[in-house]
């Protein structure tokens, strides 16, 4: 029993500030990715080499240019490798989720400020004020590779995260849930029982899709097995990219979608 | 090595004469047998028994379009030398049938239903063939891996016909579970037939995460490839992505830099700490030891933010790469690395001690979920949990790669119990052997570059690659295409092997007592579904 409590209080608190604090990335960290349109010379390379195909060219007004999608890209870096120009940039910014899809685009041209204004106008619609304090959340695997499980699992059962010091608490079961977290393409076989359970939990409710393979299919996207996004099955709330996103940019996701970020 | 493979191909060319074909692969470890249907039962039983070597693998390939029909490798390691048999066997399109090998070689079991799944092919003979992958959820005549199929396929969705085997009697009663589970753990579903509180039987279907990947892999370029085999699990992302790039450098006859293979090993070797001191804590979470749970994952947190800080990413994604490493390792990281493992090995060490003097979690994981050494080996299974059941098995010992044979280690070799408490002791044994192959890389580590530049792709060639991943032993198998493409990539996990032999730990524990075992496993979903 004394060692108990020795370990224990030899450990101390150990739980971070995240987001009171700012929690700075790694230096090797592969977040957000920005496009220098300046430089930026077509050449097509960062389209090839994506495994994704994260990377699609837009027509505007006779002007084309390049654009990124964050929801499908599973950040591997290869883009900013193979880019000759240094027009392709990643940054250790991790702070990626977002309630439209729409906002996870990158277009080339467009500076970052212009779409975090659009976000803050978007959050403004205050669609979940309801779930303003707490948030009971059931997590779904629908056929993820189980890095984003894991990541979960670090925010709820690590100390270091501690994910309820937010009012949010994962629960056993649909019925318990006002939110679904949802990960996977999803698959084939688990699609049945993702909708099963979209419709086992209780109005109102929100879905997270967590992960690049839930936002958009990601590597698994165009299969016979997978659909290309669990938005092509339910409804979703919130859109978290990362492969897997860190427990900090699950927080932020978790903030965002309870519209506790001011931004 | 040349000496050994010399005396299996006489011993083979003098038993079976005229019956088999043998070639040698252009790998110094391989021997490719071909043989007939007639023939296969007589030769793969020979191989295992008398050449003591296990069924690690068996692949299924749509080979029509190179030579007309289909055919099937089945896979044997040896346990005492670094040599694989490679027995295969045509397989008609009229007669799309092969004998199965199961009710001798009890292993075989999952792999001929997948293959039957996947191809099409009848196993004759086999016990329970029964749909596997595709819970029967199919149109018929629907081979996903057959080369006439396309991967974009729309396929309207169906009910599944997954077929249960059901327990009667006085008293018993069912308790389904899954695939949505209460926990946050990859989909499974689970059905035990129990009598009050001890069940008395498992029935398990998995195969819910199946994605399609090894089709996938058929479709995308050799570069683009590595980052799926990277996704094909989230908590093996290294061994599996080591995995890949070996089969390539294999089949390229590219030889890695030395630098490269020690900082591979580097990272093999963290990725087995994290998972193995996630794993300690998740066995005291199934217990319902909080105090020990919540230790080993502030642990494990502190490792996954070291691998963070490695290489961006804290599953060890995108650091190894074909043709070598991304990233190198100066001399501020390996301090840092160095003086983290010092104090994670302090911490685990007191956290180790609370666990093996608490007594009332000993009871818990003392004699629960026994796995006997027949069943296991019988049945094939590898890594931790045949480690804990008296099996000396591990590939980095026997086929050695990546800087393994530079090294030194020990396995654990002294537990034949099985149980849950064995398999915690094994994990708490390779934490320690982990960091001292760490602390020995950064001793040995020679100075030079970590990349070299990859040629083209020779097509249809084939290698077998392996890796020792944290739950044990992944085999790949690869067959080249032209143009820098795969014609088939074909996994096998360790989880794949392992699952069998679950529903065996079952019957007697009490239902509480299954998530525990299932966490003493700790088999990974995606890994075995693909």
């Not at chain 1, 993820?144 to 010091?165: F, K, M, T």
């Not at chain 2, 001929?112 to 009848?122: N, V």
């Not at chain 2, 989230?234 to 293979?261: D, L, N, W």
């Amino acid at each position: 029993m004394f060692t108990k409590f020795q370990k224990s209080f030899q450990t101390g608190v150990v739980t971070s500030h995240y987001p009171k604090e700012k929690d700075y990335a790694p230096l090797r960290f592969r977040g957000r990715i920005e496009i220098d349109n300046e430089r930026c010379k077509q050449c097509n390379v960062c389209v090839e080499v994506c495994p994704t195909n994260a990377y699609t060219w837009i027509e505007d007004k006779g002007k084309r240019s390049l654009q990124l999608d964050h929801a499908k890209c599973v950040f591997c870096g290869m883009c900013e490798d193979a880019c000759s120009y240094r027009a392709i940039r990643i940054t250790n910014d991790f702070e990626l989720a977002a309630i439209h899809k729409d906002d996870l685009l990158v277009k080339a041209g467009l500076d970052k400020t212009a779409s975090v204004e659009e976000l803050g106008l978007k959050l403004r619609e205050k669609i979940f004020s309801v779930f303003r304090r707490s948030l009971h959340v059931r997590e779904v695997d629908a056929g993820s590779c189980n890095g984003c499980e894991w990541e979960v699992v670090a925010l709820y059962n690590s100390p270091v995260h501690d994910l309820q010091r937010f009012g949010i608490d994962i629960v056993s079961s649909p019925r318990h849930a006002d939110c679904l977290l949802v990960t996977g393409p999803p698959t084939r076989n688990l699609e049945t029982a993702l909708i099963k359970t979209y419709h086992s939990t209780p109005e109102p409710k929100m879905v997270i899709a967590l992960g690049a393979c839930a936002c958009s299919g990601g590597i698994f996207s165009n299969c016979y097995a997978t659909k290309n996004g669990i938005d092509n099955v339910v409804p979703v709330d919130v859109y978290i990219p990362g492969c897997p996103p860190r427990p900090q940019a699950i927080i932020y996701g978790f903030l965002l979608a309870l519209e506790r970020i001011d931004k | 090595m040349e000496n050994h493979r010399q005396l299996c191909i006489t011993e083979l060319t003098n038993q079976f004469k005229d019956t088999v074909i043998i070639t040698k692969s252009f790998l110094e470890n391989e021997i490719y047998i071909s043989t007939k249907k007639e023939n296969l039962l007589d030769v793969c039983v020979y191989i295992r028994g008398t050449l003591h070597a296990s069924l690690s693998s068996m692949i299924g390939n749509d080979e029509r379009s190179l030579n007309g029909n289909f055919r099937i490798y089945y896979v044997f390691s040896m346990l005492r030398a670094d040599m694989f048999l490679i027995v295969h066997i045509p397989v008609s399109e009229d007669h799309p049938e092969f004998p199965s090998i199961t009710t001798k070689i009890p292993a075989a079991h999952w792999y001929e239903r997948e293959i039957k799944d996947m191809f099409g092919l009848e196993p004759v003979g086999h016990p329970d063939p029964s749909t596997l992958v595709l819970h029967g959820n199919m149109p018929d005549k629907t081979y996903p891996l057959r080369k006439d199929f396309d991967i974009n396929t729309h396929i309207p969705l169906q009910e599944s016909k997954l077929p249960f085997f059901k327990v009667e009697g006085e008293g018993v009663f069912e308790i389904p579970v899954g695939p949505i589970h209460a926990g946050i753990i990859e989909p499974g579903h689970f059905r035990f037939s129990a009598v009050g509180d001890s069940i008395y039987y498992l029935d398990a279907k998995l195969f819910y995460t199946h994605k399609g990947t090894e089709k996938l892999f058929e479709t995308m370029p050799y570069t683009k490839g590595l980052f799926l085999a990277e996704r094909i699990c989230g908590v093996c992302a290294a061994s599996h992505a080591t995995g890949y790039c070996q089969a390539i450098e294999k089949v390229a006859g590219v030889e890695i830099p030395p630098r490269a293979k020690f900082i591979r090993t580097i990272i093999l070797e963290l990725e087995r700490l994290y998972n193995h001191i996630g794993d300690v804590g998740n066995i005291c979470t199934g217990a319902a030891f909080l105090l020990g749970s919540a230790h080993g994952f502030r642990i494990r947190e502190r490792i996954q933010q070291l691998n963070e800080t490695i290489c961006g990413n804290r599953y060890l994604r995108g650091m190894v790469t074909i043709g070598g490493v991304r990233f190198d390792i100066d001399d501020d990281l390996k301090k840092h690395i160095l003086t983290t493992l010092s104090h994670v090995k302090k911490d685990f060490k007191e956290l180790v001690n609370i666990i093996i003097n608490s007594s009332s979690l000993l009871d818990r994981l003392e004699t629960t979920g026994r796995l006997s050494t027949e069943i296991a080996k019988e049945l094939g299974v590898v890594g931790v949990a045949a480690r804990a059941s008296g099996i000396a098995t591990d590939t980095r010992l026997i086929h050695p790669y990546a800087a393994y044979n530079e090294v030194d280690f020990d396995i654990s070799i002294f537990y034949y119990e099985g149980d849950v408490f064995a398999r915690t002791k094994v994990r708490i044994d390779e934490v320690y052997q982990s960091m001292y192959i760490i602390e020995q890389c950064f001793d040995k580590i020679p100075e030079g570059p970590i990349k070299t530049s990859m040629k083209e792709l020779p097509p249809y060639k084939q290698a077998l690659s392996y890796v020792e991943s944290p739950r044990g032993e992944n085999i790949y198998w690869i067959m080249t295409a032209p143009n820098n493409m795969l014609y088939r990539y074909k996994i096998r996990s360790p989880s794949f092997c392992n699952w069998p032999s679950i529903p065996y730990t079952i019957p007697g524990n009490i239902v509480p007592d299954f998530p525990l075992i299932n966490k003493s496993f700790e088999l990974c979903y995606s890994c075995t579904d693909l």
